[in-house]
DNA sequence: TCCGTTAATACTCAATTTGAGTATATATGG
DNA sequence: CCATATATACTCAAATTGAGTATTAACGGA
């Protein structure tokens, strides 16, 4: 063995709302997130990615983050000796747009392969399936029994414990633990969502925990929205990343009170009731700006 | 050229707080962050660091979480192009321990290399000269000049913004950006705080900011603290790490208000004053357990 | 022994922020 | 002109947070 060469590769999980959906881009079908080499060429890894996309798919990138860097051995898709891939993973935010033309990389909603995510009409009915697999996986060693339970009351909201959407990585690693994902020898059960290749899905399950938690702390959502958009529209994308339903109100409330948006003086009348007005992010002032706070109780001495 | 190698290197930012001072483990006094390379045998990322900063040093980890990678030619530190290194970053979170004995590496304060950082005892009066540089820096470019005193204020906490502890990494960078920093040219001032090898002190940063952030969420403290403590030194922890004080009844009643701890029975009477209860986490009931909640409104239904 | 000092611990109270719900306004399509 | 669908504006109680006060328990000299 010669020239045991290490790959590095990128990966990125690509997100747009369109229609209240949330989708990633995928290749292969639906089968698998784009990824590419790293090339020598390039400047940072950031720029890297950027080029590449811009090539592959006709979508610019506005916000692009990176998410996790991946060398485990166990979980590397080429699974003989020959080097090993290092897999470096991103999170890109695309704006609402046209639906794709044909040829080119299809986009795929979310909660295909994640099913047990959306809670917007309520708890998935396939969270029973999925319960009932994962009670088998605690009572399977007895020893760990306890610890299983608390982590999957905890993870799937049971038993008491409240759903937390946040959790979403969290939650398909324990289904990957307890095999009951294809890609950990799991059979195939629509319930348990539509598999990826390699660690693809792991990878997307990261950004959508990633984007759930950031939606809350930065102003990343506008990234996501045309121009000109409506509360509503608004408070949908916002729902459709969540997994959750709003409270109306006070969602505007929250809204207004962040002093992100303002009017453009447009209305809206797509919808068929009251027209509503039309809003804009405001670039300018907030490019840099923190929303949440301390949750530290400060002295002010 | 026959062999481009690309090298693939793990950086640690291992930090331990003794007698409220945050530290970090450094080699070649002080001047840099522990790094090694990836070695092929290695099951995967993680365990391969494990193993090598139990070999370098007496340390357990307890707590280890990747950072960033980094792969940036123009920060590279062989500046040449025989190949390109891949950094991939850690923070690693250790148990306070007695002073290490001579010929390990040494514990270095955070605030040796961020003096800027500590705000316990008010405002530093390093950031006046440092607002003096960055000032000079802002009406240098008349036609970014606004979009730099916003995001100079917004960081610093100047001109009606209040200081942020978790905007860390965002100083720094400013500051390099502005070519104050000695690893982006500025020249030697003790109120730029000391210099690091390569990218290191950006790694260092990356680190102080995430574990600010993440100290407000999870329970990751726990694992910088002794087996017992008082509800002080669980205080003072928490303060060396913000790089503020704290309101003391205030403190008290958030810890207990999230259940994480529990008496041991035992008193201390090591400060001088009233002796107080001594605490411990109670690590086996909430291992996964997330602290704030939504921010979202939701909407019950 | 008493008194100043240093903490520990226990409360109080007002100001904000949240959660939940109600009321009114303005379109559209029969 | 009315049913329907949404937009927008308020209300109000409950919970959380920020700030401060009071009391208790040790130690170390004078």
Redo the contacts with the bound molecule.
Sequence with gaps: MPDKQTHIELIAALTAVTSGVPRVMTVRAGEALPSGPFELGHRSLQSGLREWIGDQTGHPIGYLEQLYTFADRDRSSAGGDEGRTISISYLGLVREQAAPGAGRPGWHGWYEYFPWEDHRDGRPNCLLSIAKGLHAWIIAEPSRREHRQRRTDFAFGLDGSPWNEDLALQRYELLYEAGIVAEAGGKADPATGRPMFADHRRILATGIARLRAKIKYRPVVFELMPENF????LQRTVESLAGLTL????F???ID?QELIEETGG???E???????LFRYRHAVLEERAL??????????
Tied chains: 1, 2.
């Design positions: 409506t509360l509503l529209q409270h109306k109100p006070n505007r409330r929250l009170q209305m809206s009348s919808t068929g009731g009251r027209p509503a007005k949440s706070g301390s949750r530290l109780p400060l002295s002010r001495n």
